[in-house]
């Protein structure tokens, strides 16, 4: 189980990290590690000499290099987090678990699953925390949603129907499975302790003729839900909206909205039938709640987790295991559009967070 985040910050001595990559979510990592009191902000790497420059005025205290080996040799550094193109997530992250640092890595963990598996054991055996970047994981919507999902709120959940959609970013280097399928898979994998079995998908290459830019992809899970997942850069208006049918209510869950979570004491009831065919379905239509929910910034929350999985060896929330688990579901995604939209199987491995890393 994942670990309580009630601890407040300033509770450990800080962690000493630094921070590789200053592209589109790099300079995010930099501000919330600056500001959280669990961590130190020590150093930051990247490529490109004005992108330090111009971080370097605004953090002046702040080490720069362009150089990923000043911060594996550096002896004041403890932790590492990586915001590079995927492709590089798996030999930068391994060079700093061999230099003997932890690793946060934004999603997803690595470009395979065989990559994402040789990180997570590597870590293991040198009993350090591996942490895939799930942001979502840490938004009080979506844990509100896991609370009452938990509490048997919603009954039985019979589906989840899912949109990410938006007019851009494109990527030149992933599809858009890749870019925007490990926060939904995350999210579900978190609500749901399980793992889909199969996997079936559908996409298109509308823009560049070899990056998918829109894709519909269905999963079917042991306990018999069914989810459905629809993912585009190309859309006339931003879209994060999530609805869960259950047996007892409803939810809708949109990101966008003042109202990000809402409940509705919604069904449908099936009374015995008195004779052959006579069925009388009794529809219920109640309340909706619109649970209150705290104001916190996800990625600080997530920062804190990290440092925190550090400092008592306790997994994290957003632990390797559940990271890997998501980067074998897009290569089911990959899988399914090459055959066609064939249905793959997965596979059915729980994700289990371990209760602590290895000693």
């Known amino acids: 189980m994942p670990i309580s985040l009630a601890r407040g910050p300033g509770d450990y001595t800080p962690v000493r990290v630094a921070v590789v990559g200053l592209g589109y979510w790099g300079p995010n990592l930099v501000r919330n590690l600056q500001e959280h009191a669990d961590a130190e902000l020590v150093a930051v790497c990247d490529r490109r000499e004005d992108a330090l420059s111009a971080l370097g005025r605004r953090y002046p205290g702040v080490r720069l290099t362009t150089r990923l080996?000043?911060?594996?040799?550096?002896?004041?550094?403890?932790?590492?987090?990586?915001?590079?193109?995927v492709s590089t997530h798996h030999p930068i992250a391994s060079a700093i678990l061999r230099a003997g640092k932890h690793v946060f890595v934004e999603k997803p963990l690595a470009a395979?699953?065989?990559?994402?598996?040789?990180?997570?054991?590597?870590a293991d055996r040198a009993g350090l925390v591996l942490m895939p970047g799930h942001t979502f994981l840490y938004s009080p919507p979506v844990n509100c949603i896991r609370d009452l999902l938990q509490a048997g709120e919603l009954g039985d959940v019979y589906f989840v129907s899912m949109s990410r959609v938006n007019?851009?970013?494109h990527q030149s280097d992933v599809s858009v499975a890749w870019d925007l399928a490990p926060h939904d898979f995350s999210i579900l994998q978190y609500w749901f302790d399980e793992t889909p079995q199969h996997v079936s998908a559908t996409s298109r290459n509308c823009v560049m003729p070899t990056v998918?830019?829109?894709?519909?992809?269905?999963?079917?899970?042991?306990?018999?839900m069914i989810s459905h997942v629809e993912l585009s850069w190309l859309a006339p208006s931003k879209l994060r909206r999530t609805t869960i049918v259950g047996s007892r209510k409803m939810l809708v869950y949109d990101d966008t909205s003042n109202e990000p979570v809402r409940?509705?004491?919604s069904g449908v009831q099936l009374p015995s039938p008195e004779s052959f065919g006579e069925y009388n379905l009794t529809y219920r239509t109640g309340d909706i709640l619109s649970p209150h929910l705290p104001a916190a910034e996800p990625l600080l929350l997530e920062m804190g987790d990290f440092c925190r999985a550090i400092r008592t060896g306790e997994s994290p929330r957003s632990h390797a295991k559940l990271g890997v688990e998501v980067v074998r579901m897009i290569e089911g995604v990959d899988e399914s559009i090459r055959s066609q939209g064939a249905r793959v199987t997965i596979g059915d491995v729980p994700v289990e967070a371990p209760s602590a890393l290895a000693a």
């Open 69 to 85: 080996e000043d911060l594996l040799e550096a002896d004041d550094i403890e932790a590492i987090a990586i915001a590079t193109p």
């Open 263 to 265: 409940v509705f004491d």
């Open 167 to 169: 007019l851009g970013l």
């Open 212 to 224: 998918s830019d829109v894709a519909f992809i269905s999963l079917d899970f042991p306990s018999g």
């Open 112 to 122: 395979s699953g065989d990559e994402a598996t040789d990180l997570m054991d590597t």
